[in-house]
Each structure stands twice: as structure tokens, then as C-alpha cells.
């Protein structure tokens, strides 16, 4: 009994998508201290949840991260004729708007809220 372990509970944070860009991570990083890449403020990363392959995109404001997941959807599409199910990020201002709510709706993509 003295050399057992507890067994670490798995929760469904825990459990790593088995198909590529069935889950999609993303999250938005900046603002920078100079500007860099094209005038770019910030940046927004999208990672498959499966490969843990990642794609990173200079922006110049926050309000382009809806164009820029619209890029990505389409690019999934067409490079890897993927289609993604399940979008998670947190409550950033930039993925709970209208726009990007309507963009998901239409896409019939599934917006997972990760708690903090």
C-alpha cells in the first residue's frame, strides 16, 4: 500500500482528439511593444487538437481575427479538404462577438469555451 498511487482522474480536457481538425485551439497573443510583420500588433494561433500542428497569423488589430478564422476555415478546406468540428478558446472579446458567433453558426462549427 505504501508505493501506490492515486490514479489522476481524466477529464474531458484530458482527452486528446484521435482525428486531425476535429478540435481546433486557438488564442490571441500581444499586443507587441513595436509593431512588426506588415504593421502587425498581435498575432492569433490555431492548433489541432489531434496533430498539434499549429498556424500563426500576424494581425494589426483584434477585430481581425474573425477574418483571419475565415482564412483558416477555407484554407482547411482546400489544402486538406478538412472540416473543422469544434473551435476552442476562451472568453476574449475577439471569439464572442457577433460576427465570429454568426461565422461559427454558419459553419455549423461547435464554439467550445475553455475555462480558466
Known amino acids: 500500500?505504501?508505493?501506490?498511487?492515486?490514479?489522476?482522474?481524466?477529464?474531458l480536457t484530458?482527452?486528446?482528439?484521435?482525428?486531425?481538425f476535429e478540435l481546433i485551439h486557438s488564442d490571441?497573443?500581444?499586443?507587441?511593444?513595436?509593431?512588426c510583420f506588415g504593421k502587425s500588433n498581435y498575432y492569433v494561433t490555431f492548433i489541432d487538437d489531434c496533430t498539434r500542428y499549429a498556424w500563426i497569423y500576424p494581425i494589426h488589430d483584434k477585430s481581425d481575427?474573425?477574418?483571419?478564422?475565415?482564412?483558416?476555415?477555407?484554407?482547411?478546406?482546400?489544402?486538406?479538404?478538412?472540416?473543422i468540428k469544434r473551435f476552442r478558446t476562451?472568453?476574449?472579446?475577439?471569439?464572442?462577438?457577433?460576427?465570429?458567433?454568426?461565422?461559427?453558426?454558419k459553419q455549423d462549427i461547435v464554439h467550445d469555451l475553455a475555462r480558466a
Do not use: C, H, W
Request: aromatic fraction near 10%.
Open 1 to 11: 500500500m505504501s508505493k501506490s498511487t492515486k490514479q489522476k482522474l481524466t477529464s
Open 14 to 20: 484530458d482527452i486528446r482528439s484521435d482525428t486531425p
Open 28 to 35: 490571441l497573443g500581444g499586443k507587441f511593444s513595436k509593431t
Open 65 to 83: 481575427t474573425v477574418t483571419v478564422f475565415t482564412r483558416f476555415i477555407y484554407a482547411r478546406y482546400t489544402q486538406d479538404n478538412a472540416i
Open 90 to 105: 476562451e472568453n476574449g472579446g475577439e471569439y464572442i462577438n457577433p460576427t465570429m458567433l454568426t461565422l461559427l453558426d
